[in-house]
C-alpha cells in the first residue's frame, strides 16, 4: 500500500495535490491484486491504467507549466523523464496482462513505487521552492 508522508511534499499545494491522486490511483491496482472476489481482473486492470495515464498527462501538464512559471532549468530532462513515464504506458502487451493478471498489477505497482522513490523525492524536489536548479 502507498501511504503518503510529508517527505513527499514539495512545497507547491497543488503538486503535491496532485501527487497524492496518483497515490490513490496506485492503492487501487494494490487493492484489487489483493481483491480475490474478482475472477477476472482485467478489464479493472485496464481501467486503472486508463485512469492513471489520463492522470499523469494532466498532472505531467501542470508540473511542467510550473517549471516554466519559475524558469527551472532542468525542465527538458524533467520532461523526458515523464514522457518516458507515459510511453511505458503506452506500450503495454495486453496480452501479457490477460494472461498473467497479478503478475502484471504487481509490476505496475513496482515501476511506480520506483517512480516515487526516484521521481517524485528527487527529481520533483529540485523544484521546490528554495530549492531551484
Given at each position: 500500500?502507498?501511504?503518503?508522508k510529508?517527505?513527499?511534499?514539495?512545497?507547491?499545494?497543488?503538486?503535491d495535490?496532485q501527487?497524492?491522486?496518483?497515490?490513490?490511483?496506485?492503492?487501487?491496482?494494490?487493492?484489487?491484486?489483493n481483491?480475490?472476489?474478482?475472477?477476472?481482473?482485467?478489464?479493472?486492470?485496464?481501467?486503472?491504467?486508463?485512469?492513471?495515464?489520463?492522470?499523469?498527462?494532466?498532472?505531467?501538464?501542470?508540473?511542467?507549466?510550473?517549471?516554466?512559471?519559475i524558469?527551472?532549468?532542468?525542465?527538458?530532462?524533467?520532461?523526458?523523464?515523464?514522457?518516458?513515464?507515459?510511453?511505458?504506458?503506452?506500450?503495454?502487451?495486453?496480452?501479457?496482462?490477460?494472461?498473467?493478471?497479478?503478475?502484471?498489477?504487481?509490476?505496475?505497482l513496482?515501476?511506480i513505487?520506483?517512480?516515487?522513490?526516484?521521481?517524485?523525492?528527487?527529481k520533483?524536489?529540485?523544484h521546490?521552492?528554495?530549492?531551484?536548479?
Amino acid at each position: 500500500m502507498f501511504k503518503w508522508k510529508n517527505e513527499y511534499e514539495t512545497g507547491v499545494e497543488k503538486i503535491d495535490e496532485q501527487h497524492r491522486k496518483l497515490f490513490e490511483i496506485a492503492n487501487n491496482a494494490y487493492e484489487l491484486l489483493n481483491n480475490d472476489l474478482y475472477i477476472d481482473k482485467y478489464d479493472r486492470i485496464i481501467q486503472i491504467i486508463e485512469e492513471l495515464k489520463e492522470y499523469t498527462v494532466f498532472h505531467f501538464t501542470t508540473e511542467e507549466e510550473y517549471m516554466v512559471s519559475i524558469g527551472y532549468k532542468k525542465i527538458l530532462s524533467h520532461k523526458v523523464e515523464h514522457d518516458d513515464f507515459i510511453k511505458k504506458f503506452d506500450d503495454i502487451d495486453f496480452n501479457r496482462i490477460d494472461y498473467g493478471q497479478n503478475e502484471y498489477i504487481m509490476e505496475m505497482l513496482e515501476f511506480i513505487y520506483k517512480w516515487i522513490d526516484e521521481h517524485i523525492l528527487i527529481k520533483d524536489k529540485e523544484h521546490s521552492p528554495g530549492k531551484i536548479a
